[in-house]
């Protein structure tokens, strides 16, 4: 059994990983998979559906039907031990009611608990500055209908109760809520807009990153230039899905990598940044009791206004005022 060390969502956790041999051929993957493992097959399921499962060195559906000799790798991650306690970690809280809270998440805090990550994370300072959270996320992840990367700044909507948490993972499910992105990307985007409709998968050789991949899930990111510095550009991402590592990964497979990002683009930090230059600048969403449109902004934050200042970025007008005349914003 081979041990890998998976980042998702900004969070490293180590997963122990066993290769079975299929014995017989038709058999389904996820009943195979669900009989090799000891694990229901609703659970199995689960994994693969989370790119946890590999048919041959592909991600597979759990339809799929196995022939005599197929090789089925496994990820098998440890349970999660919930110990979360209430931390006095400052937050910017941009929006509260009784029903939801957006969050202005710093770049390097870490959404929630995870192995290596067991606090400091954004749920401990939720639970210490907010009065109730939705439970459907369970122990480890209360009020969380969505994250973002650790190394990803922007907002966050939280759940306060589980009606809330129903609606807003509904309005995320049907692309209602809308997430826009701001990034710095390496090169220059000759075209003004594009869409980027490619399925994302575990890497077929490197399980520590995700990938363009045939046969992942649907991953769909629209883009758009709001200003171009020759060998950087600044661009909008509006996320149709919301993949893991999503504009990420579509941004490295259109050759113009997130610029920081030493994970799918340039091996070394470019810009001084740690990290990516990936800031969640705006999400709109119906509100679950009122049924209101509402919109939410989150100023760009100090570490993305010096790289676009190393991008090549001069002019008297403020980055805010760009993109509020981008956006449509009085």
Known sequence: ??????EQGGETEEIQEQVFTADKAGERLDVFCARVSDNTRSAVQRMILNGDVTLNGTPAKSKDKLRAGDAVAIAFRPPEEVDIVPQDIPIDIVYEDADIAVIDKPKGMVVHPA???PDGTLVNA???????LSGIGGEIRPGIV??????????VVVAKNDMAHTSLAAQMKDHSARRTYIAIVDGNIREDSGTVDAPIGRHPVDRKKMAVVQGGRNAVTHWRVLER????TLMEARLETGRTHQIRVHMAYIKHPVSGDTIYGAAKPRLGLDGQALHAARLELTHPRTGERMV??????EYFRSALKKAGRTGEKDIEDTLKEAFGES
């Open 229 to 232: 510095y020759g060998a950087y």
């Open 115 to 117: 192995p290596g990550n």
């Open 1 to 6: 059994m081979a041990k890998l060390r998976i």
């Open 126 to 132: 939720l639970m210490y500055h907010l009065e109730g």
């Open 296 to 301: 939410f902004a989150a100023k760009v934050p």
């Open 146 to 155: 969505h994250r973002i990367d650790k190394l990803t700044s922007g907002l």
